[in-house]
């Protein structure tokens, strides 16, 4: 085996223990590993294969879910349609009765006269009237304010109001102008005093139009007994009466 100097790179003979170039010591050479023969290659007992493992099953631990509770339905809207359902009915018996109490009470009370109705249509005992047709005991017809009892006028301040523009102010009686009263005339004549059976009768004062004026006493509906007229010239006459005309 060549060597060479590790100093100045010299080929050192072989079994020199110096350089002959530099006098490097040559260090001395390292054993050399003694080679092992080569084996020849030994067969391998053949692998015993190795149990396959099986397959890990995936393990599922069963656990039962919890079963939701069932939601209650909210009760609002059942509970809102029967209070609406009980309401509607109620609503509907309340007017049933009303409307069977008023049918009831239109049967049994006579029905209130009013304008264009006619005067044999009648009022409630005692109950109090406005301008409704009606007829006096003697025939008149024309409007009556005031009370009626049993279809007849019975007021101690009604109202009569004929077709003529005539009216009659005072008091009624036996569905008759009887008592005190004023009656006035669409040409200016105006009575002021006593009435019986619809007729002037008793003390009284009547005013005419053309200025005549008669104080005293009255009977049927004329001057009968003691009185004093008035002329419109101004003339008095004082004295008795029979039947509108003046006695001696």
Partial sequence: MTRFCDNCGAQINEGKKFCASCGQPVPPDEPQAQQQPIQPPQAQPPMQPQPQQQPMQQQYQYQPQPVAAPQKKSMLVPIAIIVSAVAVIAIAVVLAIIFIGKGNAKDDE????????????????????????HTLSNGWEGRYTGILIDDKAEDANGKFAFDSGVVYTGAFSGNSMEGYGIMTWPEGDIYEGEWKDNQRHGK???????????????????????????YPNGTVYVGEWKNGETIG
């Fill in 204 to 230: 009284g004062s009547q005013t005419w139009a053309d200025g005549g004026v008669y104080e005293g006493e009255w009977a049927d509906n004329t001057m009968n007994g003691h009185g004093t007229y008035t």
């Fill in 110 to 133: 006579p029905p209130i006269a009013t304008e264009g109705q006619s005067e044999s249509q009648t009022v409630e005992a005692g109950e109090r009237v406005s301008d409704m047709p």
